[in-house]
């Protein structure tokens, strides 16, 4: 009888170590792979993407619903210009959690990168629907669909944006842009001139006012811009270009020279 209790005993104490076993597996693999994905940040943030990926993989051995993990080894991906890999890796990541922005916002650089810019769009798309009150998902989706050429579906995205944010000027300017290729140059300035009561500075719509300036032959006001605007920024080539294209329509030729020559 006080054997048969003894072995009772036993057997109760391995089952509970073998419950505790069971219950902390879990925890201990998760651990193991934040470790990795751990070290994988460490050698990406010194620039061993490879060595990154490497780590990244071991924490998705360890534990393949760590979607973390899977958003990193993207990055690396596209900073190795792997971007069909970072896309397989991306699309892995939504099979996890189709929710998780980082993917898509991944997903959308890796199509862009490749000038994919109708599966870019789809992917900014899907994001847009996902988390319709963010600004930037609007402005993301205007963007590859104005890279793909579609302007009027790209208004309408920044239409969106500026619904919810009536001073975005980043999504302001992009209207203007899309007004410009649609043939709407006179729609496109009131918006440019929209951004520069908003903001005196900003250098981008300085810039395209003084395009359309030069579309027009209006030559004193284009330069007047371009000057301004790479007095808001020296190192800004753009606006140096387009004075000297100016200087060119304007038959002053050694002007627009030193400027090439310059910059």
Same mark, same amino acid.
């Given at each position: 009888?006080?054997?048969?209790?003894?072995?009772?005993?036993?057997?109760?104490?391995?089952?509970?170590?073998?419950?505790?076993?069971?219950?902390?597996?879990?925890?201990?693999?998760?651990?193991?792979?934040?470790?990795?994905?751990?070290?994988?940040?460490?050698?990406?943030?010194?620039?061993?993407?490879? +060595?990154?990926?490497?780590?990244?993989?071991?924490?998705?051995?360890?534990?393949?619903?760590?979607?973390?993990?899977?958003?990193?080894?993207?990055?690396?991906?596209?900073?190795?210009? +792997?971007? &069909?890999?970072?896309?397989?890796?991306?699309?892995?990541?939504?099979?996890? +959690?189709?929710?998780?922005?980082?993917?898509?916002?991944?997903?959308?650089?890796?199509?862009?990168?490749?000038?994919?810019?109708?599966?870019?769009?789809?992917?900014?798309?899907?994001?847009?629907?996902?988390?319709?009150?963010?600004?930037? &998902?609007?402005?993301?989706?205007?963007?590859?669909?104005?890279?793909?050429?579609?302007?009027?579906?790209?208004?309408?995205?920044?239409?969106?944006?500026?619904?919810?944010?009536?001073?975005?000027?980043?999504?302001?300017?992009?209207?203007?842009?899309?007004?410009?290729?649609?043939?709407?140059?006179?729609?496109?300035?009131?918006?440019?001139?929209?951004?520069?009561?908003?903001?005196?500075?900003?250098?981008?719509?300085?810039?395209?006012?003084?395009?359309?300036?030069?579309?027009?032959?209006?030559?004193?006001?284009?330069?007047?811009?371009?000057?301004?605007?790479?007095?808001?920024?020296?190192?800004?080539?753009?606006?140096?270009? &387009?004075?000297?294209?100016?200087?060119?329509?304007?038959?002053?030729?050694?002007?627009?020279?030193?400027?090439?020559?310059?910059?």
């Amino acid at each position: 009888m006080v054997l048969y209790r003894k072995m009772n005993m036993k057997s109760a104490a391995m089952l509970s170590a073998l419950f505790l076993i069971i219950l902390l597996y879990p925890v201990c693999l998760g651990e193991e792979a934040d470790y990795y994905d751990w070290k994988g940040l460490k050698a990406y943030d010194a620039k061993n993407y490879s +060595d990154s990926i490497a780590w990244f993989d071991k924490s998705i051995e360890m534990d393949p619903g760590y979607i973390d993990a899977r958003i990193h080894k993207g990055r690396a991906q596209r900073a190795l210009k +792997d971007y &069909n890999g970072s896309i397989d890796t991306y699309m892995a990541a939504l099979q996890v +959690d189709r929710l998780k922005r980082d993917a898509w916002s991944g997903l959308i650089e890796s199509y862009a990168a490749l000038n994919n810019y109708s599966q870019a769009a789809e992917a900014a798309r899907s994001l847009r629907e996902i988390e319709p009150a963010r600004k930037e &998902n609007w402005l993301a989706e205007g963007n590859m669909l104005q890279m793909e050429g579609d302007y009027q579906e790209a208004l309408e995205s920044y239409e969106g944006a500026l619904r919810i944010d009536p001073q975005y000027k980043e999504a302001l300017y992009r209207k203007a842009v899309s007004l410009l290729a649609l043939g709407r140059p006179e729609e496109a300035e009131g918006i440019l001139d929209q951004i520069l009561k908003i903001d005196a500075r900003y250098k981008l719509a300085i810039n395209g006012m003084g395009l359309i300036h030069l579309a027009q032959g209006e030559y004193g006001e284009a330069s007047e811009l371009f000057e301004n605007a790479s007095q808001v920024d020296p190192a800004w080539s753009q606006p140096k270009c &387009n004075m000297a294209i100016s200087l060119i329509e304007q038959q002053r030729m050694d002007e627009a020279m030193k400027i090439y020559a310059a910059i």
